[in-house]
């Protein structure tokens, strides 16, 4: 089945931990992104990369790192720096830059 | 930076009406996508209309570029189209290749 997926589902953390979420597509897709949902909101841009060995932040990079080191990869690494980390993340991709994107079915974190 | 706007806010209706979803846009835009998220989180994808109108069953779309808005219709609606939609815009600004996200309409379908 060709798609995105996230993992985990659900994610618990300590404060102070790093933790790291990840996003496989298998859509042969360049361009990959990060967003993050806080509850009744629209989605922020955390970071994007349009080809492999290549990212930029975007609106809300602080406290997070990213690596695109395969195509089909792009994890996301929510650092102790994030100051407000619990939230909905969801990755995308889409054929290159300015086409339709594809989400994947998200990850909860929580931070505890 | 670009800003979206959708409404209204809130939507809440009895099956079988219709609705209209509406997208206002700041700026000239590259892409143009509708989202349905549903109760898990996922983001189902609708349309992809940077302009004109598109249909798929019960639900259209129309995007008047120019006027830098889309509009979303529900003709019919059903308990399971209930859930937040979301409009998502590509700045055609160079070097703003991203998706922008309006705030979404919460659409409330009850039998």
């Known amino acids: 089945d060709g798609g995105i997926t996230q993992s985990p589902k659900y994610l618990f953390r300590k404060e102070g931990q790093n933790v790291t979420l990840s996003c496989e597509q298998n859509?042969?897709?360049?361009?990959m992104y990060w967003y993050r949902q806080d509850p009744g909101q629209g989605l922020r841009l955390i970071y994007y990369?349009?080809?492999?060995?290549?990212?930029q932040k975007g609106d809300i990079a602080e406290g997070y790192s990213v690596s695109r080191e395969k195509k089909e990869s792009f994890p996301l690494t929510v650092t102790s720096a994030q100051k407000n980390p619990t939230a909905f993340y969801l990755c995308?991709?889409?054929?290159?830059?300015?086409?339709?994107?594809?989400f994947g079915q998200g990850t909860r974190l929580t931070v505890v | 930076g670009i800003q979206v706007e959708q409404s209204p806010p809130d939507l809440i209706l009895q099956e079988g009406a219709n609705s209209t979803l509406r997208c206002n846009f700041s700026?000239?835009?590259?892409?143009l996508q509708w989202f349905h998220q549903n109760p898990w989180g996922q983001l189902i994808n609708l349309f992809y209309?940077?302009?004109g109108t598109k249909q798929n069953g019960r639900l259209s779309a129309t995007t008047v570029a120019t006027e830098r808005y889309s509009l979303l219709y529900i003709s019919s609606s059903q308990t399971t189209d209930s859930g937040v939609y979301f409009c998502?815009?590509?700045?055609?600004?160079?070097?703003?290749?991203?998706?922008?996200f309006g705030q979404g309409t919460r659409l409330t379908i009850n039998p």
């Open positions: 859509l042969n897709h360049d361009a």
């Open positions: 209309i940077p302009s």
């Open positions: 995308a991709s889409s054929v290159h830059m300015n086409t339709e994107a594809f």
């Open positions: 998502a815009v590509e700045p055609r600004i160079q070097g703003a290749q991203k998706l922008v």
């Open positions: 700026d000239s835009v590259n892409n």
């Open positions: 990369s349009q080809i492999v060995n290549d990212f």
